[in-house]
């Protein structure tokens, strides 16, 4: 295995260090507020089949949205496949994990209360569950496009918490020793599931769909298996770690 060059180790040092004091002096707190008395017998229901907090795994699109593709390959079959099996390997390993979609449906559909666009529904469905269930991080996955078929690799984006940020920051890692590659992990501003979700949440983009070698990776269930494996392993390294 190539590992990175002494450079890349002092250069993400300086990165996690700058990044957790400024999402720290912003005021950004990672625990959520208490529930109001009045809705705390509602909230501890679905807490009761559960012994400890969950692991929520988005996976990106379905149904309707296919999301990215290359010449009918798309995205929302990668991205299920990658999850089914990291839903397997977080439950092997002891880990309480939740699964937001098993099959090619669109998570909008089962939204019937927000008038709003298709997609909108659709994300709002993603967070309710998160609000739902005792969750400790939600982790999204996806995959990557771009014009420029040489971009290639993994890329986690973190939301403005310190705790979102080192989780990233562990997945980003264990997929760079995948993929030999030095990424550092993007802050994802502009995302809605990272600007809505209280709980720690990242997003994943496993691959680029545009690039030759990557595309390979994403569509070869061994490959995905070392995926999910990969980002299994950077999830446990921070639950262990806090």
């Given amino acids: 295995m190539q590992l990175p060059t002494p450079f890349v180790y ?7 260090l700058l990044a957790v004091l400024a999402i720290l002096s912003a005021g950004e707190s990672c625990s959520a507020a208490a529930a109001s008395p009045s809705n705390e017998r509602d909230e501890q229901l679905p807490h009761l089949f559960f012994s400890r907090p969950v692991v929520i795994i988005d996976a990106g699109h379905g149904g309707i949205d296919g999301g990215t593709s290359y010449k009918g390959i798309l995205e929302k079959d990668i991205n299920l496949k990658i999850a089914q099996k990291l839903y397997l390997f977080l439950r092997s390993s002891g880990y309480e994990a939740v699964l937001n979609r098993s099959g090619d449906y669109a998570l909008s559909d089962d939204n019937r209360w927000l008038k709003s666009s298709r997609h909108r529904r659709d994300l709002a469905q993603r967070k309710s569950l998160a609000d739902e269930l005792p969750t400790t991080m939600l ?11 040489n971009k290639s690799g993994p890329v986690v984006l973190y939301q403005n918490v310190a705790e979102s940020f080192l989780l990233a920051d562990s997945i980003q890692q264990h997929l ?7 990424r550092l ?6 995302f809605y599931l990272l600007n809505q979700i209280k709980q720690p949440a990242v997003i994943v983009e496993t691959g680029f769909i545009s690039n030759e070698r990557d595309r390979k990776l994403l569509c ?3 490959a995905q298996k070392q995926i999910a494996s990969a980002i299994a ?10």
Avoid: E, F, Q
């Fill in 10 to 16: 002092k250069k993400r040092l300086s990165v996690i």
């Fill in 139 to 149: 982790v999204s996955l996806h995959v990557n496009w771009n014009r420029n078929s």
């Fill in 176 to 182: 760079n020793s995948l993929y030999r590659s030095s």
């Fill in 185 to 190: 992990p993007m802050y994802g501003k502009p």
């Fill in 220 to 222: 070869d269930s061994a």
């Fill in 233 to 242: 392993d950077g999830i446990m390294a921070h639950l262990t770690a806090w």
